[in-house]
């Protein structure tokens, strides 16, 4: 199991609640009661117009037939729940380590979506505190051949088995059609990994339409130290940002000493200015920047008692993340 913050879920406050992850306040509770929205069902294809009939060329019979058949397909793609018909890629172990790190820190499973433009993966901890959505494009891959599907993983074994690649060292993934196992290459090494049934794996969250009224561009550098900063005197850690003058500020309260970190401007780019301020969880904020990538920009949209989304970039810009992590509120 890999270690998250379901420390910080223990704990009671009498003043205090968790949000989810819409900005909603919650009573208080024992734990943190912080939800995300999961939905499991499948979605549900549209309905294909039947096209009309008119007397007219073969070949525009011909073009209505085809168009029609590339939509039964589409439609059937996209309704794809089983494991992929198709599934061959090789992929830099550097990469592939980074996005079983990113997951592992608030999951150990997860659903894979399988397409021909690459994989995703999206996953909310057994708190409903943190969520992660992670796309990796095809291009991410040194080679990618691939039809629609799903699979379900053991993250913890899946790194285990790519922990023996170097950074640079080619990892090879297939899946055996006949047993549904994982074939991983490293290094003249062979895995065999049996896939969990997705099915069993916790649902996936929704991600809600928030409106986050302050946004800025921030080294991950910074918030490291932000958060190494507020360990020393508190568990939990706040955000703030100051309108005018424009400032952007970490923060943490403890019983008998404080810290507070105001971000350089050099750390700083794309501001979007408000007045708003918001309580985390330490616990959970250092789990999610201590695998963030060295040196990786990190996008933040956050707002007044509003979940904080922290997005960036992976493998060159073929892979995106998005994490989420819900608030804390505090009722005086």
Not at 167 to 172: E, F, I, S
């Given at each position: 199991?890999?270690?998250?913050?379901?420390?910080?879920?223990?704990?009671?406050?009498?003043?205090?609640?968790?949000?989810?992850?819409?900005?909603?306040?919650?009573?208080?509770?024992?734990?943190?009661?912080?939800?995300?929205?999961?939905e499991d069902e499948p979605v549900e294809s549209s309905s294909m117009e039947e096209p009309e009939t008119t007397a007219g060329s073969e070949s525009e019979e011909e073009h209505d037939?085809?168009?029609?058949?590339?939509?039964?397909?589409?439609?059937?793609?996209?309704?794809?729940?089983?494991?992929?018909?198709?599934?061959?890629?090789?992929?830099?172990?550097?990469?592939?380590?980074?996005?079983?790190?990113?997951?592992?820190?608030?999951?150990?499973?997860?659903?894979?979506?399988?397409?021909?433009?690459?994989?995703?993966?999206?996953?909310?901890?057994?708190?409903?505190?943190?969520?992660?959505?992670?796309?990796?494009?095809?291009?991410?891959?040194?080679?990618?051949?691939?039809?629609?599907?799903?699979?379900?993983?053991?993250?913890?074994?899946?790194?285990?088995?790519?922990?023996?690649?170097?950074?640079?060292?080619?990892?090879?993934?297939?899946?055996?059609?006949?047993?549904?196992?994982?074939?991983?290459?490293?290094?003249?090494?062979?895995?065999?990994?049996?896939?969990?049934?997705?099915?069993?794996?916790?649902?996936?969250?929704?991600?809600?339409?928030?409106?986050?009224?302050?946004?800025?561009?921030?080294?991950?550098?910074?918030?490291?130290?932000?958060?190494?900063?507020?360990?020393?005197?508190?568990?939990?850690?706040?955000?703030?940002?100051?309108?005018?003058?424009?400032?952007?500020?970490?923060?943490?309260?403890?019983?008998?000493?404080?810290?507070?970190?105001?971000?350089?401007?050099?750390?700083?780019?794309?501001?979007?200015?408000?007045?708003?301020?918001?309580?985390?969880?330490?616990?959970?904020?250092?789990?999610?920047?201590?695998?963030?990538?060295?040196?990786?920009?990190?996008?933040?949209?956050?707002?007044?008692?509003?979940?904080?989304?922290?997005?960036?970039?992976?493998?060159?810009?073929?892979?995106?993340?998005?994490?989420?992590?819900?608030?804390?509120?505090?009722?005086?």
């Amino acid at each position: 199991m890999s270690t998250n913050a379901n420390s910080d879920t223990a704990e009671t406050e009498s003043t205090g609640a968790e949000t989810d992850a819409g900005g909603n306040q919650e009573p208080d509770v024992d734990q943190d009661g912080a939800e995300i929205a999961t939905e499991d069902e499948p979605v549900e294809s549209s309905s294909m117009e039947e096209p009309e009939t008119t007397a007219g060329s073969e070949s525009e019979e011909e073009h209505d037939a085809d168009g029609a058949a590339d939509d039964a397909d589409a439609e059937e793609e996209s309704t794809v729940e089983g494991p992929p018909a198709t599934f061959q890629a090789a992929i830099q172990g550097g990469t592939l380590k980074t996005v079983l790190k990113t997951l592992r820190a608030i999951v150990d499973e997860a659903r894979i979506h399988i397409d021909q433009n690459g994989i995703s993966m999206r996953a909310v901890d057994p708190a409903n505190v943190a969520m992660d959505d992670l796309d990796l494009n095809a291009a991410a891959f040194e080679s990618y051949d691939a039809r629609p599907g799903v699979i379900g993983v053991d993250l913890d074994r899946f790194a285990d088995a790519v922990g023996m690649a170097n950074k640079g060292d080619l990892v090879q993934l297939s899946l055996d059609q006949q047993t549904r196992k994982l074939i991983i290459h490293v290094d003249g090494v062979e895995f065999t990994m049996a896939c969990l049934n997705p099915k069993t794996i916790r649902a996936e969250p929704e991600i809600p339409d928030l409106d986050h009224p302050a946004e800025v561009t921030i080294s991950r550098g910074a918030l490291d130290r932000g958060a190494k900063a507020a360990d020393m005197v508190s568990d939990h850690i706040r955000l703030t940002m100051v309108k005018a003058p424009e400032q952007f500020c970490i923060e943490a309260e403890g019983d008998t000493d404080d810290v507070e970190l105001e971000i350089d401007s050099e750390d700083l780019e794309d501001v979007t200015a408000a007045d708003v301020e918001a309580l985390f969880s330490l616990d959970y904020m250092k789990d999610i920047v201590r695998t963030i990538p060295k040196g990786t920009a990190v996008t933040m949209l956050f707002g007044t008692d509003l979940p904080v989304i922290m997005a960036y970039e992976l493998a060159d810009g073929d892979g995106q993340v998005r994490r989420m992590l819900a608030p804390r509120i505090r009722t005086d």
